[in-house]
C-alpha cells in the first residue's frame, strides 16, 4: 500500500520561471492538503482540496500560487513566475475523511536561483 | 484565533531517560490534537492523536501523550529514550468547529537530541 507520492523531490527553477509540483494521494484518500515549511520553521497550511474541488484556499498567497485536484490524476501546486522567496519545502499530505489523520508525502524541495 | 506553541527549540535527553516535548494550544472549540515526527530531509511521520475519550493516548515507536483540558496542553512522553528517537517533533490542532476544514495547525518544532 503506497503512501502519499509527491514529485519532484528536489527542483531547481531560476527567477520568473514555473514550477509545478504534484502529488498522489493514497489509496483511498479523497482529501488533499498542501503545506509550505520555511527553514527552521513548523508547516503553514495552503490549501485544501478534495476530487474536483477546492474547500479551502485561506493559506494560499493571493497572487501567483494555485492548486488543482482533477477527477483523474495527481493533485498539482503551480507556482508562476517564481521569487527566491518560494524557496521552501513543500509537503502534500492526505486524509480518508475531514477528521482523520494526515499522512504526508515526502516533500518537495524548491530551490529557486 | 487557533493556535499552538512548543515552548523548546530544543531538549537534550540521554539514552534511557525519560523524554517530554512540551505542546500548548489555544482554540475555540475541543480540539484534535496530534503528534507528527520529521527526520531530516524526509517528510512528517503520524505518531499519534487525540480525539476524544481517555486522556492519555497510546502511539506509535513507544510515545504517549496526555491530553490536559485545564491546562491546554498535550504533551509527548516516552518512559526511555532511544538514540534514534532523535528527531524534529511538531505538534498539530485541528478546532473542527472553527471552520478550519481541516487542516492543521503546526507549532514551529522541537529537536530532540538523545545522545548515548
Known amino acids: 500500500n503506497a503512501g502519499v507520492m509527491q514529485n519532484p523531490r528536489h527542483l531547481v527553477r531560476r527567477r520568473g520561471q514555473e514550477a509545478r509540483l504534484r502529488c498522489s494521494p493514497m489509496?483511498?484518500?479523497?482529501?488533499v492538503y498542501w503545506y509550505r515549511q520555511l527553514p527552521e520553521e513548523g508547516l503553514k497550511f495552503m490549501v485544501y482540496?478534495?476530487?474536483?474541488?477546492?474547500?479551502?484556499e485561506s493559506g494560499m498567497p493571493k497572487e501567483r500560487f494555485s492548486a488543482e485536484f482533477p477527477k483523474e490524476g495527481p493533485s498539482i501546486l503551480r507556482i508562476q513566475q517564481v521569487v527566491r522567496g518560494d524557496s521552501a519545502a513543500y509537503f502534500c499530505?492526505?486524509?480518508?475523511?475531514?477528521?482523520?489523520?494526515?499522512?504526508f508525502g515526502p516533500g518537495t524541495r524548491l530551490t529557486v536561483t | 484565533a487557533q493556535s499552538v506553541a512548543q515552548p523548546e527549540d530544543q531538549v537534550n535527553v540521554a539514552e534511557g531517560n525519560p523524554l517530554t516535548v512540551k505542546c500548548t494550544y489555544s482554540?475555540?472549540?475541543?480540539?484534535?490534537l496530534f503528534w507528527y515526527v520529521q527526520y531530516p530531509n524526509r517528510g512528517l511521520q503520524f505518531l499519534l492523536k487525540y480525539i476524544t475519550g481517555d486522556n492519555l493516548v497510546k502511539g506509535s515507536y513507544g510515545f504517549e501523550a496526555e491530553f490536559n483540558k485545564s491546562q491546554t496542553s498535550f504533551h509527548l512522553k516516552k518512559p526511555s529514550a532511544l538514540v534514534s528517537d532523535s528527531a524534529l517533533y511538531f505538534c498539530a490542532v485541528r478546532d473542527p468547529s472553527g471552520g478550519s476544514q481541516g487542516n492543521l495547525i503546526f507549532g514551529k518544532g522541537t529537536k530532540l537530541s538523545v545522545k548515548p
Open positions: 482554540v475555540s472549540g475541543n480540539p484534535y
Open positions: 482540496l478534495q476530487k474536483e474541488n477546492i474547500i479551502d
Open positions: 489509496k483511498g484518500h479523497s482529501h
Open positions: 499530505a492526505s486524509s480518508g475523511t475531514r477528521t482523520d489523520e494526515q499522512y
